[in-house]
């Protein structure tokens, strides 16, 4: 069993930068891809980024390339995704989420974390 905290979202300008951290309680954590997805309204939750267990090897949405950045630190029991440049489109809430495979879709991931708020105002 893993518990996901996040934390870090709010409210920012078109431009501006946020980071999301998200911890993990539990010891497994390495044993985990990890990831964020997200979900706007009226709109499925797609996957923004994910970083491998074994290499930290990151993967992104082709939306967010170039802009956002996601990290972890096994010793800490946390990821971290640094969202800069950010758009309107960007509004959503974001789910920090934990798999035992690649965390390619929502049908991947084995736990969710509770999901915190973005909104990037025009």
């Known amino acids: 069993q893993v518990q996901l905290e996040e934390s870090g979202g709010g409210l920012v300008q078109a431009g501006g930068s946020l980071t999301l951290s998200c911890e993990a309680l539990?010891?497994?954590?390495?044993?985990?891809?990890m990831g964020w997805f997200r979900q706007a309204p009226g709109k499925e939750r797609e996957k923004v980024a994910t970083?491998?267990?074994?290499?930290?090897?990151?993967s992104y949405a082709d939306s967010v390339k170039g802009r956002f950045t996601i990290s972890r630190d096994n010793a800490k029991n946390t990821v971290y995704l640094q969202m800069n440049s950010l758009k309107p489109d960007d509004t959503a809430v974001y789910y920090c989420?934990?798999?035992?495979?690649?965390?390619?879709?929502?049908?991947?991931?084995?736990?969710w974390g509770q999901g915190t708020q973005v909104t990037v105002s025009s």
């Open positions: 970083i491998t267990r074994i290499g930290g090897r990151p």
């Open positions: 539990g010891r497994t954590f390495n044993l985990y891809t």
């Open positions: 989420a934990a798999s035992t495979g690649l965390a390619a879709s929502p049908d991947e991931v084995n736990y």
